[in-house]
Nanobody, 122 residues
């Protein structure tokens, strides 16, 4: 599975952005897709994930209530809708895939895409 994240940009605090993670391959629906982010000088951290069926999603406490992830199976795409963005959300956002339904650690993910930069100004 090859993944590509897109949709990042420079926004002001309080704004919204929607990131996309597009996958190649017909087996994409067999994978849970997770979102991670890496802020400057920080370790990669879990943000959100959506299960293979798309029926369940889970989030880091820092984004709960502000971010929503969803998937469009027909387009092999997973979205991360981000609202009420804060300067501390500034990071490179990456999507990843795992065959497990619940995974919040980087080592649990087998496939990684290139990241997209989100910058939130105050």
């Amino acid at each position: 599975v090859q993944l590509q994240a897109s949709g990042g940009g420079l926004v002001q605090a309080g704004a919204s952005l929607r990131l996309s993670c597009t996958a190649s391959g017909r087996t994409f629906r067999r994978f849970t897709v997770g979102w991670f982010r890496r802020a400057p000088g920080m370790e990669r951290e879990f943000v959100a994930a959506i299960t293979r069926s798309g029926d369940s999603a889970y989030y880091a406490d820092s984004v709960k209530g502000r971010f929503t992830t969803s998937r469009d199976g027909s387009r092999n795409t997973v979205f991360l809708q981000m609202t009420s963005l804060k300067p501390e959300d500034t990071a490179v956002y990456l999507c990843a895939a795992t065959p497990n339904d619940y995974a919040t650690h980087t080592f649990e993910y087998d496939y990684w895409g290139q990241g997209t930069l989100v910058t939130v100004s105050s």
